[in-house]
């Protein structure tokens, strides 16, 4: 069983800089992590993905050049940091792991996630 817990949401104006971080409580190791987005009234979208070694990441182009996603494995955390954010960043933010030895790249889809945290607040004002 992995249980995960994010942090680090908040109120930040636009072209501000926010950075989140999961903690992961069990074994991670082998697990594949990724962050998503829900925004109200709309549906879950995925954000970033970094495989379990980190040799392996994949953005969103909405996010790409902007957002950064990293883990420590040591430590059992993945961060995203969050530069030049916008209005239409705003929405809750959720931590999610699968097993998974492979590359993470093209991986989006939400249902092949196995484990979420509960999520953190992420809201950019105009």
């Known amino acids: 069983q992995v249980q995960l817990a994010e942090s680090g949401g908040g109120l930040v104006q636009a072209g501000g800089s926010l950075t989140l971080s999961c903690g992961a409580s069990?074994?991670?190791?082998?697990?594949?992590m990724a962050w998503f987005r829900q925004a109200p009234g709309k549906e879950r979208e995925f954000v970033a993905a970094?495989?379990?070694?980190?040799?392996?990441?994949y953005y969103a182009d909405s996010v790409k050049g902007r957002f950064t996603i990293s883990r420590d494995n040591g430590k059992n955390t993945v961060s995203l940091q969050m530069n030049s954010l916008k209005p239409e960043d705003t929405a809750v933010y959720l931590c999610?792991?699968?097993?998974?030895?492979?590359?993470?790249?093209?991986?989006?889809?939400?249902?092949?996630?196995?484990?979420w945290g509960q999520g953190t607040q992420v809201t950019v004002s105009s």
């Open positions: 999610a792991a699968r097993r998974s030895w492979g590359s993470v790249v093209g991986e989006t889809s939400d249902v092949k996630y196995e484990y």
């Open positions: 069990g074994r991670t190791f082998s697990y594949a």
């Open positions: 970094t495989s379990w070694s980190g040799s392996s990441i």
